[in-house]
């Protein structure tokens, strides 16, 4: 079992928190209720935090000239909340960006919330949806300020590979914060060997860039390193690990052990890859494998590969909607 560092998550406070949705309900959710035993969320509700009372009437995106500039208005009578969402939202994500934050869950489909695929009308009253979806207000100056950090909406997050993609990439990158902290080529080079194997998972590109830097030929400062470091880390973890990418990373782990291995076991190994390739079986089978041979064969470098527990464990489910929303 690996030490986690905490990571820091703003959280719609509508999901498992408060009851502060337009309706007067909150969203339970059975992943969020686990997942808080592992982060620190931080709560929050724009619309109520902007004054709006609970229960309320709805509100809405809308585009008076059918472009991406949406404004927030009361679907009933059109009052426009614009400003004053606009005020709060930059005033709370700037005090934000002091503390380390390492990801955001917000309400899927909410007009201040929404990540995406948020309802977007012409005008208020009766009037029915434009055919392009937006972001709600919030949410788009979430990305302003936070143009790095990992997004997901709740409704997202029911779908297993993203939800897999997601805790990845918030535990890694907090993980990361501690390599900033030492700002030493030594807790650099400890991150980039621990992580050798889940970078190669997501983009071996990125991963021989990011040697190259720790390599350090060129003597450059320590700092500038490890934030160029860290750039090519948020675009490595950006991009979701593919089972061709998964067999090419399993088959230069399987390299240590093959001359140990019977001939039937190779065999079966490279059956059970072929099975995961025909997606017959999950990525975790054949890891699985190469997890019992690390400690069968007490191999102490792969011992500490973040590949074998990329999150705590306790936060595997196996539920998915199968909805790549
Ligand atoms: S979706 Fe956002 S604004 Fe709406 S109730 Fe939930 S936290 Fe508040």
């Not at 039937?264 to 995961?276: G, H, Q, R």
Request: hydrophobic share 35%; glycine share 4%; proline share 4%.
């Amino acid at each position: 079992m690996r030490d986690f560092t905490t990571p820091n998550i703003i959280l719609s406070k509508c999901i498992e928190h408060d009851n502060c949705r337009y309706d007067g309900s909150k969203i339970n959710n059975d992943f969020i209720k686990t997942l808080q035993s592992y982060v620190n969320f931080i709560t929050v509700c724009p619309e109520t935090s902007i004054g709006l009372s609970t229960p309320r009437d709805t509100l809405r995106l809308i585009s008076k000239d059918n472009t991406d500039n949406f404004d927030l208005v009361f679907s009933k009578n059109g009052d426009d909340l614009t400003e004053k969402m606009d005020t709060f939202s930059h005033s709370f994500l700037k005090n934000l960006c002091d503390n380390d934050i390492d990801g955001f869950i917000l309400k899927s489909r909410s007009p201040s919330c929404g990540v995406k695929d948020v309802k977007v009308y012409k005008s208020h009253g009766k009037s029915p949806s434009l055919p392009k979806k937006g972001v709600g207000l919030f949410a788009s100056k979430v990305y302003e300020y936070f143009p790095d950090a990992v997004v997901e909406d709740d409704g997202r997050l029911t779908n297993f590979n993203i939800r897999e993609h997601f805790l990845t990439k918030i535990f890694t990158k907090s993980e990361f914060k501690n390599v900033q902290k030492h700002n030493s080529m030594k807790s650099l080079i400890d991150f980039q060997s621990k992580n050798k194997y889940l970078l190669m998972a997501h983009s071996p590109g990125y991963l021989k860039k990011m040697g190259k830097l720790t390599a350090n030929t060129q003597s450059k400062d320590i700092s500038d390193i490890i934030h160029e470091y860290e750039i090519y880390l948020n675009k490595a973890l950006s991009i979701s690990s593919k089972p061709n990418r998964n067999i090419n990373m399993l088959l230069h782990l399987f390299g240590y052990f093959s001359k140990y291995l019977s001939s039937s076991e190779k065999a079966f190994f490279l059956e059970t890859l072929e099975k995961y390739n025909d997606k017959k079986i999950p990525f975790c089978v054949p890891l699985t494998m190469i997890h019992s041979w690390v400690m069968r064969f007490e191999n102490e470098y792969l011992r500490d590969q973040t590949i074998f527990e990329p999150f705590p464990s306790e936060l595997i489910q196996t539920r998915d909607s199968g909805k790549m929303i």
